[in-house]
């Protein structure tokens, strides 16, 4: 069974930086990519960007090239994604998402920007 | 960026109504290969979204045959036969065709 397990709230404070992970099991992490995405409360769903599990290439939506990184450790079939510069406009649940297009997803973890 | 509009914004029905919600996108959605990679989920309330359908019309395992989609180019259609308690949610067509991929605002079915 396909299982993506996200880490749990966070709350920062303005300016900070977060790393979030989503932990995998179930298939080959290698041979997947795995997709991040941004759920304001109550509103649309943002996709940030992908990154293929074999190799670690990546692509961006522009609208999140230097707020996001992602990476991937194979050898814990674990995707990352570092949140940077936060603001309250990153308030939100981040969601993981296995290939192809959508088709597995993490918990969601929700992330709180505030002093 | 692929504009995706969603129509209604919202439903509601009787349980064992019918009802399709529209998804149009401001380009065409139809890849290099000859595909389309326009996908339906569903996001139940506070839940993750899970996946019903992907590329236009293919069920994924599990999903009750009264779900069916069509569609071609830029227009698609989600059509919900015999609505069950458990189809209520919002449900959202995605499209990845073109970088960035993007989603439509969703349509929230509730109860009438």
């Known amino acids: 069974e396909v299982q993506l397990q996200q880490s749990g709230a966070e709350l920062v404070k303005p300016g900070a930086s977060v790393k979030l992970s989503c932990k995998t099991s179930?298939?080959?992490?290698?041979?997947?990519?795995m997709s991040w995405l941004k759920q304001m409360p109550g509103q649309n769903i943002e996709w940030i960007g992908n990154?293929?599990?074999?190799?670690?290439?990546?692509g961006y939506n522009q609208k999140f090239k230097g707020k996001a990184t992602l990476t991937v450790d194979k050898s814990s079939s674990t995707a990352y994604m570092d949140l940077s510069s936060l603001t309250s406009e990153d308030s939100a649940v981040y969601f993981c998402?296995?290939?192809?297009?959508?088709?597995?997803w993490g918990q969601g973890t929700l992330v709180t920007v505030s002093s | 960026d692929v504009v995706m509009t969603q129509t209604p914004p919202s439903l509601s029905v009787a349980i064992g109504q019918s009802v399709s919600i529209s998804c149009k996108s401001s380009?065409?959605?139809?890849?290099?290969?000859?595909?389309?990679?326009l996908h339906w989920l569903l996001q139940s309330s506070g839940r993750s979204p899970k996946r019903l359908i992907y590329?236009?019309?293919n069920l994924d395992s599990g999903v009750p045959d009264r779900f069916s989609g069509t569609g071609s180019q830029k227009d698609f259609t989600l059509k919900i036969s015999r609505v069950e308690a458990k189809d209520l949610g919002v449900y959202y067509c995605?499209?990845?065709?073109?970088?960035?991929?993007?989603f439509g605002a969703g349509t929230k079915l509730e109860l009438k």
């Open positions: 179930g298939y080959t992490f290698s041979n997947y990519y």
């Open positions: 995605a499209q990845t065709t073109h970088f960035p991929y993007t």
């Open positions: 590329q236009v019309s």
């Open positions: 998402a296995r290939g192809p297009w959508f088709a597995y």
């Open positions: 380009q065409s959605l139809v890849y290099s290969d000859g595909k389309t990679y």
């Open positions: 990154i293929y599990g074999g190799n670690g290439g990546t």
